[in-house]
């Protein structure tokens, strides 16, 4: 007996496997989008916040 494929065990683990899988995928995918929001888009969006006071400071 054990863990033939038959048992009923087996595809409650598969999805538990399966599962965790797609939930490792997710992270992955989200820590990614973050990464890519902070290298890209944060430090224009810093700067311009920075530039605009400072230029208006400037023009006095």
Same mark, same amino acid.
């Given at each position: ?8 065990? !087996? ?8 599962? =965790? ?6 992270? +992955?995918? *989200?820590? !990614? ?8 888009? =944060? ?6 916040? +920075?530039? *605009? ?8």
């Amino acid at each position: 007996m054990g863990n033939s494929l038959n048992s009923p065990v !087996a595809p409650r683990r598969f999805v538990t496997r399966k599962r =965790l899988v797609i939930s490792f995928g997710v992270v +992955i995918l *989200v820590t !990614a989008l973050f990464g890519l929001l902070g290298y890209y888009w =944060l430090p224009g969006y810093a700067k311009n916040k +920075i530039c *605009v006071p400072l230029l208006k400071f400037n023009a006095y």
